[in-house]
T-cell receptor, first 113, second 108 residues
Framework: DTAVSQTPKYLVTQMGNDKSIKCEQN?????MYWYKQDSKKFLKIMFS???????INETVPNRFSPKSPDKAHLNLHINSLELGDSAVYFC????????????FGAGSRLTVL | GQSLEQPSEVTAVEGAIVQINCTYQ??????LSWYQQHDGGAPTFLSY????GLEETGRFSSFLSRSDSYGYLLLQELQMKDSASYFC?????????FGGGTRLMVKP
């Protein structure tokens, strides 16, 4: 059983399109995150939700909209995709907010052409 | 905000010992974590230091000095499978902020 699963694993799309990435965790964790890893492997937090409530929004363009229907799911919708959005997006979860141990999903590689 | 500095790349031979350093500047510091990421894979948790001193987990050890805002990850008896990127991360507030990562190449 995969602890944190995200789909799709690969996304190739044209500039201007809208796309979504879904994430689910079966660990019973309260907190979920979206991180963006660029081509230089820099891993930057985008959003964090604790029990469906947004607690971190790190100056991400409002083209990015996270949604957490319940504490086991955190989805990411991206509108009007730009070339600079190409990256690997990692979903992660932790037992509580601010924890040091994060469990990451396998990542979703987004390529914008 | 938070900032972390670690070397971008380190090379070592199989069987050797390597130390990856991390210096940080942050407010509201709780602790320093280390993560490993193989190419194409997800970051996975290795160790955490909340207090000064050394934490040992098998071949890996991690050290923290809060007064120096400094920590390191020590990998002993290096194996080829240790070739990966290693990230230090600071806990501050409600989130974990990662350094830029150190790419470790282990050669035979």
């Amino acid at each position: 059983d995969t602890a944190v699963s995200q789909t799709p694993k690969y996304l190739v799309t044209q500039m201007g399109n809208d796309k979504s990435i879904k994430c689910e965790q079966n660990l019973g964790h309260d907190t979920m995150y979206w991180y963006k890893q660029d081509s230089k492997k820099f891993l930057k937090i985008m959003f964090s939700y604790n029990n469906k409530e947004l607690i971190i929004n790190e100056t991400v363009p409002n083209r990015f909209s996270p949604k957490s229907p319940d504490k086991a799911h955190l989805n990411l919708h991206i509108n009007s995709l730009e070339l600079g959005d190409s990256a690997v997006y990692f979903c992660a979860s932790s037992l509580i907010s601010g924890a040091n141990v994060l469990t990451f999903g396998a990542g979703s590689r987004l390529t914008v052409l | 905000g938070q900032s972390l500095e670690q070397p971008s790349e380190v090379t070592a031979v199989e069987g050797a010992i390597v130390q990856i350093n991390c210096t940080y500047q942050t407010s509201g510091f709780y602790g320093l974590s280390w993560y490993q990421q193989h190419d194409g894979g997800a970051p996975t948790f290795l160790s955490y230091n909340g207090l000064d001193g050394l934490e040992e987990t098998g071949r890996f050890s991690s050290f923290l000095s809060r007064s120096d805002s400094y920590g390191y990850l020590l990998l002993q008896e290096l194996q080829m499978k240790d070739s990966a990127s290693y990230f230090c991360a600071v806990s501050a507030g409600n989130m974990l902020t990662f350094g830029g990562g150190t790419r470790l190449m282990v050669k035979p």
